[in-house]
Every structure is written in C-alpha cells, then in structure tokens.
C-alpha cells in the first residue's frame, strides 16, 4: 500500500461531520487525499477535504459511486450503505472497518447476540419485533428499550418504568435490555491493523448530562481500581481480536454498584470518549485510527497529562446561527484547548465543539473543566 507515502492515495470518508474533520487533521501528515460524502452541504468537512460530494450515505448507488475510483474508504458514522460498501470491498477497494462489522454494529440486536455467542460480559436481553411483546418479556420492569437501529446519542433508548408505559415504547424492532444500576460508564478505545497488531487506550470515565442524554464530561486517566482498569482493557482487545476489526473499535461499557463489567455498545470508528486523547496521549485516535487502516505501527497510547473532556454542546434555548462566547477567557488559561466543529447553526445541546482540558493536577483540571462549562456558551 504503499503509494509513494502516500501522496497517490485515495481516502473516502463517509461522512463529513467532526470526526470527519479531526481524521483529516491527521490525514494531512500522511499526504493523503481525503473525500468525503456527506448529506449536509454544509458538513464541517466541506471546505477541508480534496473533493466534497454531498450526497445520501444510506443510498446504494450514492455511496457504490462514490467509492468505485477510491484506495480505500473508512467511516465516522455507522448508518451508511452496507451492501454498496460491501460491493465495494468485492471490487477491491479496501474498506475499514470490514463491511461485516459496519453490517453487525448498525444493529443493536445483532451486537447484543455477538456478545452473547463470544462471552462477552453484557446485560440480559431480548429481541422484540414490536412493542407487543413488551407485555410478555421476562425481563423484569423498570428496564431499558432500544431501536435496534438508528439510534444515537440517547435518541433510540427508552427507560420503561411501568406497564402503563408501553404504550409509549417504540413500535420498531428492539430490544428490552435490563435496567443497569451503574456506578460509572467507562470506555476503551482499542485499535487493529490488518497484521493483527491491537492496541489500547487508558480507560476513561464519563459523565452523562442526564438532560441532554449526552456526555458532556468524560476524564482520563482513569482512578479506577487497577484490576477494572485491567478487566476493561481484555474486554477490548478480545472485542477487537474476536470481530478481526481493522481500524478503531470504541467499547463502551458500565461497571455496575458490585464491580462488574458489563459491555453496552460498539463504536468502529472514532469517538466522543476518544477526543482527549489529542493533547492529552502519545497517540490521538485520529492518528491511530489512520495507522491501522493504513496497517502502519500503531502509536503508544501512553498518557501524557491528565484530560477531562468536555462538549461544547448548543445552549438550550438558542437556535440559529452560532456565536461564541469566553473564548477568548477560556484559551487565557493554561492547559485547555478549544476545538470549534465549524457547524454554521446551533440548537439546544447540538454538539457544536469541545474543549480538553489538561493539567498534572488532576483536582485542577476537573475545577478548570468546570470553570468552561459556565465560561463558554454557544448562543445564537
Ligand atoms: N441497560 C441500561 N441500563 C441503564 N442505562 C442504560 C442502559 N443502556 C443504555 N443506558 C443509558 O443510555 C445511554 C445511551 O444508550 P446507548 O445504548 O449507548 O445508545 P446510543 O447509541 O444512543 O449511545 C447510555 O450511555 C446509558 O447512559
Ligand atoms: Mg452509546
């Protein structure tokens, strides 16, 4: 693959969101030419990439014709077209993560029974067609529905408290998954060339704003005790050996109140829980995501400081275009660093940016990460 370092290469990204936009930050090291296909002519990527083709990501010919010229196409979102990305693959164009991943992950049912058939520690569940069978699941109430597919960032999951709140579930093919009485949700980032090398990132604990249903606040290194530490980061690279992923897998997990792990979803591609990692590791997951696919050496992962994350999410209440406010204030103090996702418009908790925040002090970084939630708003 390698094209001259790689100045010939053809990169395809499907889509041209945020993490479209940091892929490219690391692309450039790499000399690559970057195209991206996006639905928003107004995506974060359109000014920054080689070619920019707005088109649907979920239509077949769309994103067969965008790929058929292309090296190599990855993702920074899962709901694209499969079946092209797989006629693809067949044509030779290298696709990471694998069609087959990118196929099983678009389905929270499919995950579940991956992790049920290799293991994986995951809470009980069961696959419903429609909400009918709500009324006749062994899972105990309260409990959690999913969409099987579609969701995100908290749009496709429903806490059911009571039977009279069935009527309210989703009607579409889900899932009920037990009620998780989490201590913390904690991630592990995991990376995989195609030599089969894996590597991890520390652990992170993340915060969720339970009113946005979004983390908004996520810190690393973790503090954790070191056996978790450890039992989350095999969790991972069994993950990643198992499914033969190349590229990066986010896994999300909770630790429950009696120190269990318990995996609650994937992520092939970079992630929220991953942002710190560029000021605050050796390796960003940008960078890292780019090694694997490019089976180059994966980078060390090591800590450099301590990070707390934060989104910069759209305040509530304000729509339209988008202002800015305590930049200035903010980028006065040491150690945090603000990344502006470019997106013309706001609207109440849209993820308009985020901020990382580093410190040796670990209590400092936390007390300045609170400091810009209340300095630095988005408005309109
Ligand atoms: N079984 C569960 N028990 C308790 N909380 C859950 C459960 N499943 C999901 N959640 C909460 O809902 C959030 C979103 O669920 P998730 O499956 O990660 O969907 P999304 O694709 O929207 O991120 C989780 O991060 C967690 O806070
Ligand atoms: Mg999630």
New binding site residues.
Partial sequence: MAKDFYGELQLGILGGGQLGRMLIQEAINYNVNVHILDPDKNAPCRKLCNRFECGSLSDFETVYNFGKDLDMITIEIEKVNVDALEKLENEGVLVYPQSRIIRLIQDKGLQKQFFKQNDIPT?PFQLISTKENLYETSIPLPY?Q?LRKD???????KKINSTSEIEQAFEEPSLV????D?EK?IAVIVARNDKGEIATFPLVEME?NPEA?LVEFLIAPSTLPFEVQTQADEIAKKIAEDLQIVGLLAV?MFLTKEGEILV??LAPRPHNSGHHTIEGNITSQFAQHLRAIFNLPLGATTTRSNAVMINLLGEPRYEGLAKYEGVEEVLAIEGIFVHLYGKKYTKPFRKMGHVCIVNDDRELAIKNARWVQETLKVKA
Avoid: P
């Fill in positions: 809470a959690i999913k969701g995100y960032d908290g749009k496709g999951v998954e037990a009620l998780v989490f949700e969720f249903n999300e609650n979803e």
